[in-house]
């Protein structure tokens, strides 16, 4: 059983910075993919950033050049670094994992709350 562990959300003001953490249970090189997405109120769950095994990253426009993703194969964890938030970042972030073999997992979620 897969478990995807989030940390890290909270309350910032709008240009500040979070770091969110997800920790994975077991060995996250046997994911084909590691990702963040987010859901705002009333809105459809989206792409925030992605990272291949292999370590090339994809981001949402909406985040290009303000969020940064990251994996670390020792600890089992895949990171999150925002900066230059926006009340439009509100949302809960959810942790993913996606492994070809098996699909796709997900953390629990964690509250990003920017206020202007």
């Known amino acids: 059983q897969v478990q995807l562990v989030e940390s890290g959300g909270g309350l910032v003001q709008a240009g500040g910075s979070l770091r969110l953490s997800c920790a994975a249970s077991?060995?996250?090189?046997?994911?084909?993919?590691m990702g963040w997405y987010r859901q705002a109120q009333g809105k459809q769950r989206e792409l925030v950033a992605i990272?291949?095994?292999?370590?090339?990253?994809n981001y949402a426009d909406s985040v290009k050049g303000r969020f940064t993703i990251s994996r670390d194969n020792a600890n089992d964890t895949v990171d999150l670094q925002m900066s230059s938030l926006k009340p439009e970042d509100t949302a809960v972030y959810y942790c993913?994992?996606?492994?070809?073999?098996?699909?796709?997992?997900w953390g629990q979620g964690t509250q990003v709350t920017v206020s202007s």
């Open positions: 993913n994992a996606f492994r070809l073999l098996s699909g796709t997992y």
């Open positions: 077991g060995s996250i090189s046997r994911f084909n993919t």
């Open positions: 990272i291949s095994n292999g370590g090339s990253t």
